[in-house]
C-alpha cells in the first residue's frame, strides 16, 4: 500500500488543496489528509467543522481518508506508517519556509517530502486571502468547492 499524508491547517479547504489532494490520490494508493490541531492558532472553523467539509469534497476521489493530529507531522507519520509529505509548491515565497521543514522532518525521521507545482490556476489562493475576500463581501466562486463559500459566507457575513 503506497500512502502519502497531505498535511496541513485547511481553515477551510481550497480549491488548491484541492489541486494537490487530487493529483497526490492519482499517485498514490492512499492519500490521508491531516489536519493540524493547533490550540495557539485562532481559525474560523473547528477541527470537525474543517474535517466535515474536506470529508465532503474529497469524497469523489475513494482513496483519500480525512484524520486530525497535533503535535509533530513526523510522529504522526511514524504512528500511522506513513513514509512521505505531500506538500503544494505555489511560489518561490514557499521554497523557503517549506525546504527548512521538509529537511528538518528528513533528519527527525527519514519521512520524505514531495513536493508538487500547484497548478497555476490556483497558485494565487490561500484559505487566509479566501477569508479575508469574503470578509468583505467579495466572490470566492471557483476558487473554494460550493459547501466551503456557503460556509463561508454564513460563518463570516452571517
Ligand atoms: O496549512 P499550513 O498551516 O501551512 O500547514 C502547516 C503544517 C501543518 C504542515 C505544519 O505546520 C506542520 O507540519 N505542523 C506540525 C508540527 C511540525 O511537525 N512542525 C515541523 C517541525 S520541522
Given at each position: 500500500m503506497r500512502r502519502v499524508v497531505c498535511p496541513g491547517?485547511?481553515?477551510?479547504?481550497t480549491n488548491g488543496h484541492l489541486d494537490i489532494i487530487g493529483r497526490a490520490s492519482r499517485q498514490y494508493d492512499e492519500v490521508v489528509v491531516a489536519v493540524l490541531i493547533n490550540i495557539e492558532k485562532k481559525s474560523l472553523f473547528t477541527v470537525e467543522e474543517r474535517i466535515e467539509m474536506l470529508q465532503t469534497v474529497t469524497?469523489?476521489?475513494?482513496?483519500v481518508r480525512v484524520d486530525k493530529f497535533h503535535g509533530l507531522l513526523v510522529d504522526y507519520c511514524r504512528q500511522q506508517e506513513i513514509p512521505a509529505i505531500v506538500k503544494g509548491l505555489?511560489?518561490?515565497?514557499?521554497?523557503d519556509y517549506e525546504l527548512q521543514m521538509a529537511q528538518l522532518n528528513y533528519r527527525m525521521s527519514g519521512v520524505e517530502t514531495l513536493f508538487m507545482a500547484t497548478g497555476p490556476e490556483v497558485s494565487f489562493l490561500s484559505s487566509s486571502r479566501i477569508k479575508e475576500i469574503v470578509r468583505y463581501g467579495g466572490d470566492v466562486a471557483g476558487l473554494v468547492p460550493e459547501l466551503v463559500e456557503e460556509r463561508l459566507i454564513e460563518r463570516l457575513r452571517g
Open positions: 491547517s485547511f481553515d477551510p479547504v469524497k469523489e476521489y475513494g482513496n505555489r511560489a518561490i515565497s514557499d521554497f
